[in-house]
């Protein structure tokens, strides 16, 4: 399977708003299931929300819903996570990963292959 690679990150302060996207080729996007997850330092890598390969999302209701979202552009060589009103708890490293159609997509098991991850920083 193709790399992935995460871009977007950045500093930015409470209230702002950025885009992360993950790229791959070959369409890489419409055959699996994409998630973007996040890890702060000293804690686990959390789930933050997935496109299945139909477009249906899902997100991570108790810290993001309402304030991110997932998409995938049409040739499926690029799916983004748009992140509003941020706050400090929102700094970590973000993640996209792809796994097999049909996988739990909350479950970071779940997932064969993992971007190297973009810092996202949140101050007040």
């Known amino acids: 399977q193709a790399q992935l690679t995460e871009s977007g990150g950045g500093a930015v302060r409470a209230g702002d708003s950025l885009r992360l996207s993950c790229a791959a080729p070959?369409?890489?996007?419409?055959?699996?299931?994409t998630g973007w997850f996040r890890q702060a330092p000293g804690k686990e890598r959390e789930f933050v929300a997935a496109i299945s390969r139909s477009g249906t999302t899902a997100y991570n209701d108790d810290s993001v819903k309402g304030r991110f979202r997932i998409s995938r552009e049409n040739a499926g060589n690029t799916v983004y996570l748009q992140m509003s009103s941020l706050k400090p708890e929102d700094t970590a490293v973000y993640y996209c990963?792809?796994?097999?159609?049909?996988?739990?997509?909350?479950?970071?098991?779940?997932?064969?292959?993992w971007g190297q991850g973009t810092q996202v920083t949140v101050s007040f």
């Open positions: 990963a792809t796994a097999q159609p049909g996988s739990p997509a909350r479950e970071p098991s779940s997932y064969d292959h």
């Open positions: 070959r369409r890489t996007f419409m055959w699996y299931t």
